[in-house]
Nanobody, 126 residues
Framework: QLQLVESGGGLVQPGGSLRLSCAGS????????IGWFRQAPGKEREGVSC????????HHADSVKGRFTISRDNAKNSVYLQMNSLKPEDTAVYYC???????????????????WGQGTQVTVSS
């Protein structure tokens, strides 16, 4: 069974940092482009960052550029999202998603991803 499992969410003060992890179970993430998405209450799901299967290319939404960094360690079958300078508007449930492809088209469209994790809550509040 193919599963993605997110971890690392929590409560953090504005200006703080968190590192989210996404672990693959039942499949090898090397063959997959991975994206991070988030959904705040009452809002649509938003693409945040994505990374190529090799890890050599990344793309970030303008709203997080310069603050968030996506990376991967294929030896650990994991992808990470380092989030710095967090703002209250970053509060959301964060999901990782995967699509099997060697092409990297910098897509942050949820419809283009086939596998999803269950999400991890990130709350930025003082």
């Amino acid at each position: 069974q193919l599963q993605l499992v997110e971890s690392g969410g929590g409560l953090v003060q504005p200006g703080g940092s968190l590192r989210l992890s996404c672990a693959g179970s039942g499949f090898i993430l090397d063959y997959y482009v991975i994206g991070w998405f988030r959904q705040a209450p009452g809002k649509e799901r938003e693409g945040v960052s994505c990374i190529s299967s090799s890890g050599g290319s990344t793309h970030h939404a303008d709203s997080v550029k310069g603050r968030f960094t996506i990376s991967r360690d294929n030896a650990k079958n994991s992808v990470y999202l380092q989030m710095n300078s967090l703002k209250p508007e970053d509060t959301a449930v964060y999901y990782c998603a995967a699509v099997r492809t060697r092409r990297f088209e910098r897509s942050l469209f949820a419809d283009e991803y086939d596998y999803w994790g269950q999400g991890t809550q990130v709350t930025v509040s003082s």
